[in-house]
């Protein structure tokens, strides 16, 4: 695979996993991180080889946010004309399943990042918080609206008013962690998760990652409907046929992602 020079690449059978590399600046997004992992991301989701995707950092940061020292001195009408952040809408439109795992910071654009991701896997080191409000901004990759669907009113205005961190422990009570690991195991288990579900079908993860996705965006009857859609549509698969095959045949279920 191509050279980057703020991630790492790294394929293991149909996983891939997405390491940002920026050790100095504690993993910092600047505009070419967003560029990289982006383009990566819809590369690899492309590819019907790859059933699901890591994100990851270092143990010290998963991402101590967007990259104060480039954008401090750019004007209102930069920012707004540059749609500043707009390029991580991408990374949301990925079909293919996203997992974050987070050891250590996750501040601002990176707990953003972490929940552009479909589900956060958790190093007890991790710790989690939107600090914008005390550099004088706001959240801007998605954290005043992702959060809040995912912790509830209270806790966001807590975190996004005052800026605190939250420790693993209390981001998994709230919502926003799925499971917490001892640090120095995240990346087995990660990657273990990540090839459990790149051994289901991968057309049929699609329609549950859309499935489920559909909950945060439309009215109830709304996402009932293309839930029940898709539950008929995946009959249309092999892999139905085969999942259901193999349940009855008592056996383990190959899929053909067909
Ligand atoms: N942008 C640019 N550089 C950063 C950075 C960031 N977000 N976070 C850390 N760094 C750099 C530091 O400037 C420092 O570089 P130098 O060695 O060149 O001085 C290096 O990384 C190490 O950082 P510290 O010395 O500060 O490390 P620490 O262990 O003492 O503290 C920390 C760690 C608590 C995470 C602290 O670095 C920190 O508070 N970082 C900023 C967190 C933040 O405010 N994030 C929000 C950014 S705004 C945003 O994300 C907007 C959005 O919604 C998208």
């Known amino acids: 695979m191509t050279d980057y020079n703020t991630i790492l690449v790294e394929r293991d059978g149909r996983t891939a996993t997405i390491t940002i590399n920026r050790p100095k600046a504690l993993n910092a997004l600047n505009s070419e991180v967003m560029t990289e992992v982006v383009t990566v991301a819809e590369e690899l989701d492309r590819d019907s080889g790859i059933g699901a995707i890591v994100i990851t950092g270092s143990a010290k940061a998963f991402a101590a ?34 997992i974050a795992a987070v050891a250590g910071y996750a501040l601002g654009g990176g707990c953003e990042l972490a929940m552009l991701c479909d589900f956060i896997i958790a190093a007890d080191t991790a710790k989690f918080g939107q600090p914008e409000i005390t550099l004088g901004v706001i959240p801007g990759m998605g954290g005043s609206q992702r959060l809040t669907r995912a912790v509830g009113k209270a806790k966001a205005m807590d975190l996004v008013l005052t800026g605190r961190m939250m420790d693993a422990e209390e981001a998994e009570r709230s919502g926003i962690v799925a499971r917490v690991v001892p640090a120095a195991e995240l990346l087995q288990v990660v990657k273990e998760v990540a090839g459990t579900i790149a051994g289901m079908s991968l057309p049929v993860a699609m329609m549950a990652k859309e499935a489920v996705n559909a909950a945060f965006e439309t009215p109830l009857a709304e996402g009932l409907r293309l839930e029940r859609r898709s539950f008929h549509a995946a009959f249309a698969t092999d892999d139905q046929k085969e999942g259901m095959a193999a349940f009855l045949g008592k056996r383990p279920a190959t899929f053909s992602n067909s």
């Open 65 to 98: 946010g967007a990259d104060i020292k480039e954008m401090s001195d750019k004007t209102f009408s930069e920012v707004h004309n540059q749609n500043l952040f707009a390029g991580w809408d991408r990374l949301a439109k990925v079909r293919t399943p996203v």
